[in-house]
C-alpha cells in the first residue's frame, strides 16, 4: 500500500511538472511489474520442485534411520550412503536451479533499474540543456525517480521471497489439503448398541477395481458370541474387520451394527465403542498409565492398575524404577513385543466396549503368559460380542461359531467340533498345523 499509494502521488506529480517524465516511469513501471509476475509464476514453480524433492531425500534418510538394525544386519552402510547420494544430488541440483533463478531476478531487476535511472538522467540533462526542464524540475524528476526505484526494488524482491516461500509451503500442504475419503454425513447420529449384533448385507468392497476382496457377502453375527475368524492371509479376515471399523467403505452394500447403518453414523461414535487389539500394538512416547488409560481417559489410576493386573502386565511394571509414570519410548521401543501387548490388551480391557475385535492378540507372547491372558480374555468377553483372527487355531477352541475365510467368500461356519467332523477346508488347516507345517 505505501508502495501503490507513493507510486500514484508520483505519477500525478511528474504529470503536473512534465508529463513525458510521467509516460516513461509508466511505462517502465508496467514492464518491470511484469517481469516479476512472470519471474513469480516461474519461481513458485520451481521452488515447489525443489521443496518435493527435499521431502523425498528427508523420508528416504527417515526409512534408512529406522531401518538402520538391517542396515548394521547386512552391512549395508557404503550401500545406503550411495543410495542417499542419488536423492541428495538431485535435491541440490533442483535447489541450485531455483537458486540461479533467483539470482538472475536479482540482475534483470538491477538492469531494469539502471535502464529507468539512465533514462530519466539522460531525458533531463537533455532537457535542461534545451531549456525545457528548470533546475527545480532536474531536482524533484530525479529524486522522485530515485524514490520509485528503491520501492519497487525493494517489492519486486519481497514478491520473489513470496514466490520461494508459497513453493514450499504448497508442498508443505498437498496431503494437508487433500479432502478425506471417508467422511461423517451432516446429519450422522451416534451409534447406539444395546446388543452388538452385526449384519453385512451384500458388502462389495475391493481395494483395486477389478480386484474384489468380497463379492456379495452376506452374514450376520448375533449379539454377545464369540466368532473366530480363519483362513490364510490374504483372505479377507483383517479387511473384514477394518470394514466393521470404517477404514474403509464397500463400494456396494451396507453393514449394520443393531441394525444401525454405521456408514449414517459418527465414525467417532462408532469406534468408541468397538475395542480392537491389534497384532502389532502402537504405544504413545508417553507414561504406561496414559497409554493404559487411554482406552477409556475418565478412569481413575485404581481402574487402571485393575486393568494392567487382568492383562497381567502390571508384575512387569512394578519392577520398572517409575512404575506407572515410566515413559515408553516412541512407538513404545523401550518395551518388548510381548510387553506392549500386555498393555493393548490392558487398553482393551479398560474400555469395556460392548464389540472386541482381536486381531492375533497373543501372538507375541510366551505360552505361559498366553494361557493367563487367555482367562482374563474369556472374562473379558462375557457380555459383548467377540471377532478373533487367528492363525493358531488352538486359541480359538472357546469360540461359539467359526468363519472361514477363502478368497473372500465364507467358505464353512460353524463350531470347531462341527466343522473338524466336516473334514472341510477348516480340518485340512488343522490337520497340517497339527503335523507341524504349514499348508500350501
Request: glycine residues 6%.
Given at each position: 500500500m505505501?508502495?501503490?499509494?507513493?507510486?500514484?502521488?508520483?505519477?500525478?506529480?511528474?504529470?503536473?511538472?512534465?508529463?513525458?517524465?510521467?509516460?516513461?516511469?509508466l511505462?517502465?513501471?508496467?514492464?518491470?511489474?511484469?517481469?516479476?509476475?512472470?519471474?513469480?509464476?516461474?519461481?513458485?514453480?520451481?521452488?515447489?520442485?525443489q521443496?518435493?524433492?527435499?521431502?523425498?531425500?528427508?523420508?528416504?534418510?527417515?526409512?534408512?534411520?529406522?531401518?538402520?538394525?538391517?542396515?548394521?544386519?547386512?552391512?549395508?552402510?557404503?550401500?545406503?550412503?550411495?543410495?542417499?547420494?542419488?536423492?541428495q544430488?538431485?535435491?541440490?541440483?533442483?535447489?541450485?536451479?531455483?537458486?540461479?533463478?533467483?539470482?538472475?531476478?536479482?540482475?534483470?531487476?538491477?538492469?531494469?533499474?539502471?535502464?529507468?535511472?539512465?533514462?530519466?538522467?539522460?531525458?533531463?540533462?537533455?532537457?535542461y540543456a534545451?531549456?525545457?526542464?528548470?533546475?527545480?524540475?532536474?531536482?524533484?524528476?530525479?529524486?522522485?525517480?530515485?524514490?520509485?526505484?528503491?520501492w519497487?526494488?525493494?517489492?519486486s524482491?519481497?514478491?520473489?521471497?513470496?514466490?520461494?516461500?508459497?513453493?514450499v509451503?504448497?508442498?508443505?500442504?498437498t496431503?494437508?489439503?487433500?479432502?478425506?475419503?471417508?467422511?461423517?454425513?451432516?446429519?450422522?447420529?451416534?451409534?447406539?448398541?444395546?446388543?452388538?449384533?452385526?449384519?453385512?448385507?451384500?458388502?462389495?468392497?475391493?481395494?483395486?477395481?477389478?480386484?474384489?476382496?468380497?463379492?456379495?457377502?452376506?452374514?450376520e453375527?448375533?449379539?454377545?458370541?464369540?466368532?473366530?475368524?480363519?483362513?490364510?492371509?490374504?483372505?479377507?479376515?483383517?479387511?473384514?474387520?477394518?470394514?466393521?471399523?470404517?477404514?474403509?467403505?464397500?463400494?456396494?452394500?451396507?453393514?449394520?451394527?443393531?441394525?444401525?447403518?454405521i456408514?449414517?453414523?459418527?465414525?467417532?461414535?462408532?469406534?468408541?465403542?468397538?475395542?480392537?487389539?491389534?497384532?502389532?500394538?502402537m504405544?504413545?512416547h508417553?507414561?504406561?498409565?496414559?497409554?493404559?488409560?487411554?482406552?477409556?481417559?475418565?478412569?481413575?489410576?485404581?481402574?487402571?492398575?485393575?486393568?494392567?493386573?487382568?492383562?497381567?502386565?502390571?508384575?512387569?511394571?512394578?519392577?520398572?524404577?517409575?512404575?506407572?509414570?515410566?515413559?515408553?519410548?516412541?512407538?513404545?521401543v523401550?518395551?518388548?513385543?510381548?510387553?506392549?501387548?500386555?498393555?493393548?490388551?490392558?487398553?482393551?480391557?479398560?474400555?469395556?466396549?460392548?464389540?472386541?475385535?482381536?486381531?492375533?492378540?497373543?501372538?507375541?507372547?510366551?505360552?505361559?503368559t498366553?494361557k493367563?491372558?487367555?482367562?482374563?480374555?474369556?472374562?473379558?468377553?462375557?457380555?459383548?460380542?467377540?471377532l478373533?483372527?487367528a492363525?493358531?487355531?488352538s486359541?480359538?477352541?472357546?469360540?461359539?461359531?467359526?468363519?472361514?475365510?477363502?478368497?473372500?467368500?465364507?467358505?464353512?461356519?460353524?463350531?470347531?467340533a462341527?466343522?473338524?467332523?466336516?473334514n472341510?477346508?477348516?480340518?485340512?488347516?488343522?490337520?497340517?498345523?497339527?503335523?507341524?507345517?504349514?499348508?500350501?
Amino acid at each position: 500500500m505505501p508502495a501503490t499509494t507513493g507510486v500514484v502521488m508520483v505519477l500525478i506529480m511528474m504529470w503536473a511538472t512534465k508529463p513525458i517524465f510521467a509516460v516513461v516511469v509508466l511505462i517502465w513501471l508496467v514492464l518491470h511489474m511484469s517481469f516479476t509476475a512472470i519471474f513469480m509464476r516461474y519461481g513458485n514453480h520451481l521452488w515447489e520442485v525443489q521443496s518435493e524433492a527435499g521431502s523425498v531425500l528427508s523420508g528416504k534418510i527417515v526409512d534408512v534411520l529406522t531401518n538402520m538394525l538391517n542396515v548394521r544386519l547386512f552391512a549395508r552402510g557404503n550401500y545406503e550412503m550411495e543410495y542417499l547420494k542419488t536423492y541428495q544430488a538431485d535435491e541440490i541440483k533442483k535447489s541450485q536451479k531455483a537458486q540461479w533463478a533467483i539470482e538472475l531476478v536479482r540482475i534483470g531487476l538491477g538492469i531494469s533499474g539502471l535502464f529507468l535511472i539512465f533514462s530519466m538522467m539522460f531525458l533531463l540533462i537533455y532537457g535542461y540543456a534545451h531549456h525545457w526542464v528548470t533546475l527545480g524540475d532536474f531536482t524533484q524528476v530525479s529524486m522522485q525517480s530515485f524514490w520509485i526505484l528503491g520501492w519497487i526494488w525493494f517489492l519486486s524482491y519481497q514478491v520473489s521471497m513470496f514466490a520461494r516461500e508459497m513453493g514450499v509451503v504448497k508442498n508443505a500442504l498437498t496431503l494437508i489439503i487433500q479432502p478425506h475419503s471417508i467422511i461423517d454425513h451432516p446429519q450422522a447420529k451416534p451409534l447406539q448398541i444395546n446388543h452388538g449384533k452385526i449384519r453385512f448385507d451384500h458388502v462389495t468392497f475391493a481395494y483395486q477395481k477389478d480386484q474384489s476382496i468380497f463379492n456379495d457377502l452376506q452374514v450376520e453375527i448375533l449379539p454377545g458370541k464369540k466368532i473366530g475368524l480363519v483362513g490364510f492371509s490374504g483372505s479377507g479376515k483383517s479387511t473384514f474387520v477394518n470394514l466393521i471399523l470404517r477404514f474403509y467403505e464397500p463400494q456396494q452394500g451396507s453393514i449394520f451394527i443393531d441394525e444401525q447403518n454405521i456408514a449414517d453414523v459418527a465414525q467417532d461414535s462408532l469406534r468408541a465403542q468397538i475395542a480392537m487389539i491389534p497384532q502389532d500394538p502402537m504405544l504413545f512416547h508417553r507414561s504406561l498409565m496414559e497409554n493404559i488409560r487411554y482406552g477409556r481417559l475418565e478412569a481413575s489410576d485404581e481402574e487402571v492398575i485393575e486393568a494392567s493386573k487382568l492383562a497381567h502386565c502390571h508384575e512387569f511394571i512394578e519392577q520398572l524404577d517409575e512404575k506407572y509414570a515410566a515413559l515408553v519410548g516412541e512407538r513404545g521401543v523401550k518395551l518388548s513385543g510381548g510387553q506392549r501387548q500386555r498393555i493393548a490388551i490392558a487398553r482393551a480391557i479398560l474400555k469395556k466396549a460392548p464389540i472386541l475385535i482381536l486381531d492375533e492378540a497373543t501372538s507375541a507372547l510366551d505360552s505361559v503368559t498366553e494361557k493367563l491372558i487367555q482367562q482374563s480374555l474369556q472374562h473379558l468377553m462375557k457380555n459383548c460380542t467377540t471377532l478373533v483372527i487367528a492363525h493358531r487355531l488352538s486359541t480359538l477352541s472357546n469360540m461359539d461359531e467359526l468363519l472361514v475365510f477363502d478368497q473372500g467368500k465364507i467358505i464353512e461356519c460353524g463350531t470347531q467340533a462341527k466343522l473338524l467332523a466336516a473334514n472341510g477346508h477348516f480340518a485340512h488347516l488343522w490337520k497340517m498345523q497339527a503335523d507341524g507345517f504349514l499348508p500350501e
